[in-house]
């Protein structure tokens, strides 16, 4: 008889067991399980490992010579390896030049390689990171497929991942500005379609949610206020900042003294004492 050598596969492949069939004689294989047909000398065999550790199962082939019904019978072991997990993670979202980690932790025994390589600063690991600019004005859309290897008898499988890459708005608060007491000035710049803006702090605007706000601020004391209004614009749930410095000056205390009363001829002050700064 010829014997069967074990043999070792991958889950779902096929592996021909047994070996060319001799004249005379009939086969019968056992167990039938997996089997394109258990009557021949040489079937082929597909079986499916869903665990995460190796199936052993002992087929035996029973030989039966026909001219004088000697039977002989003989054991091959199939050794089924399981299938990889390979887990590239959800789809994500991620806002241009953030860095984002995608894939799952590491398995013992399983190697990985990521395509493409684009945007990726490890395509070996089960977990790298990725990171991408995108100066456009639209999301750019990536596909990356992991491939998770088995050590031996190098078994594998592929999961893919979508990955949008949104671009950051251009904020812009628009050139510091300085006025007095009580006027004001117009913060930001035009508008820009499908853009949200949020301004803080709030005081003195007229709208703290559009791209150009009206400011106007009160300032009661001597000296001159300075304030930071920062605009923070959003689009694609990406957020960027820009700031405008705003100088408030305060008004001038006049005072040009109480009424006089004095005969021709004679002098009287007017006004009040002089306050630096003021001319």
């Known amino acids: 008889k010829d014997e069967p050598p074990d043999v070792f596969f991958c889950s779902e492949y096929t592996v021909q067991l047994g070996s060319a069939s001799a004249f005379s004689q009939t086969y ?4 039938v399980a997996g089997l394109d047909d258990p009557s021949i000398s040489d079937p082929i065999l597909s079986l499916t490992n869903t665990g995460n550790t190796i199936d052993t199962i002992p087929y035996i082939v029973t030989v039966v010579n026909t001219l004088n019904s000697c039977e002989l019978s003989d054991t091959v072991l199939a050794i089924v390896y399981p299938e990889p997990t390979a887990n590239a993670g959800g789809d994500i979202s991620m806002c241009s030049a953030d860095t984002v980690t995608i894939g799952s932790a590491p398995l013992a025994g399983y190697t990985y390689s990521w395509t493409p390589l684009t945007g990726m600063l490890d395509t070996t690991l089960a977990n790298p990171q990725i990171t991408h600019i995108n100066m456009g004005t639209v999301p750019d859309t990536f596909t990356y497929v ?134």
Not at 28 to 31: C, D, G, I, Q, V
């Open 28 to 31: 019968s294989w056992s167990p």
């Open 146 to 279: 992991v491939t998770a290897l088995d050590t031996a008898p190098n078994c594998f499988s592929s999961d893919t991942i979508i990955v949008i890459v949104n671009p950051y708005p251009i904020p812009n608060a628009g050139n510091d500005i300085s006025f007095c007491s009580g006027s004001g000035d117009s913060l930001g710049t035009t508008n820009t379609p499908g853009y949200i803006y949020n301004w803080t702090p709030t005081a003195g605007l007229s709208n703290s949610s559009v791209a150009n706000p009206y400011l106007n601020l009160i300032n009661s004391d001597t000296i001159v206020d300075t304030i930071n209004y920062i605009v923070g614009t959003t689009i694609f749930n990406c957020t960027a900042f820009d700031t405008a410095l705003v100088i408030v000056l305060p008004t001038p205390i006049t005072d040009a003294g109480s009424d006089l009363h004095i005969c021709s001829g004679y002098t009287d002050t007017l006004g009040s004492e002089s306050i630096n700064g003021y001319n």
